[in-house]
């Protein structure tokens, strides 16, 4: 079975500052991808991230970096210099199966952004 | 611009009565979602269809259906809601394609179901 961890409920940063939140998942599958989505208030989850479990290298994409470690199965997401409009949930996902990317979510992180 | 379409965004609707939430897309994807989001939760899948192809997730009640008469078109028929269905109802698409996880999810807004 397949599990995404996301034990930060909750984080509040001041603007500008820097956040990572954490994602621990759980797999027996030596393939699988896993994801970053943000929601904002408004309800869309935005896609932000694929990440394939053969690709251990980070990513960065202006201000969103992405740290994959398979030794420690994380797939951590850091903000640089935070903004107002980051405040969002973030979920972290996780897809064993190839093509039919059933989404297991894990519970999300709330983000607040205080100006 | 290519996207995933739902309506209405908000529905309310009575115990017991049924309702249907509809989904679209413009994307031509061949792979169509639905989950659902309760507050403060991790959104749940609770069927997708490939082309007219259904699979049923194991834990997703009987209460709950879907119909999609085209590529463009997906339904959320709840025949019997009941106080715990409120939730946020979310459409995603992707497109099952030839090359390895190649095809992300992409979300429509959501409709947000509200049952008195």
């Known amino acids: 079975a397949q599990k995404v961890t996301q034990a930060q409920t909750e984080i509040s940063v001041v603007e500008k500052e820097d956040v990572t939140l954490d994602c621990v998942y759980e797999?027996?599958?030596?393939?699988?991808?896993l994801f970053w989505y943000k929601q904002p208030p408004s309800g869309e989850l935005v896609f932000l991230i694929r990440?394939?479990?053969?690709?251990?290298q980070n990513e960065i994409s202006g201000r969103y970096s992405w740290n994959f470690q398979k030794s420690t199965s994380s797939f951590n997401f850091t903000i640089t210099a935070s903004q107002v409009v980051d405040s969002a949930v973030y979920f972290c996902?996780?897809?064993?199966?190839?093509?039919?990317?059933?989404?297991?979510f894990g519970t999300g992180t709330r983000l607040t952004i205080i100006p | 611009d290519a996207m995933v379409i739902q309506n209405p965004r908000y529905q309310v609707t009575q115990f017991g009565k049924p309702v249907t939430l509809s989904c679209s897309q413009t994307?031509?994807?061949?792979?169509m979602y639905w989950y659902q989001q309760k507050s403060s939760q991790a959104p749940k899948l609770l069927f997708h269809?490939?082309?007219?192809?259904?699979?049923n997730e194991a834990d997703t009640p009987d209460n709950f259906q879907s119909r999609r008469p085209n590529t463009s078109f997906c339904f959320l028929d709840i025949r019997s809601p009941g106080l715990g269905d409120a939730a946020m109802y979310l459409c995603?698409?992707?497109?099952?394609?030839?090359?390895?996880?190649?095809?992300?999810?992409?979300f429509g807004p959501g409709t947000r179901l509200t049952v008195t």
């Open positions: 995603a698409t992707s497109r099952k394609s030839g090359r390895a996880g190649d095809d992300e999810q992409y």
């Open positions: 269809y490939y082309d007219k192809d259904f699979n």
């Open positions: 994307l031509n994807h061949n792979v």
């Open positions: 996902a996780l897809s064993e199966n190839v093509f039919w990317k059933k989404l297991t």
């Open positions: 990440r394939n479990s053969f690709d251990e």
């Open positions: 797999t027996r599958d030596t393939t699988y991808y």
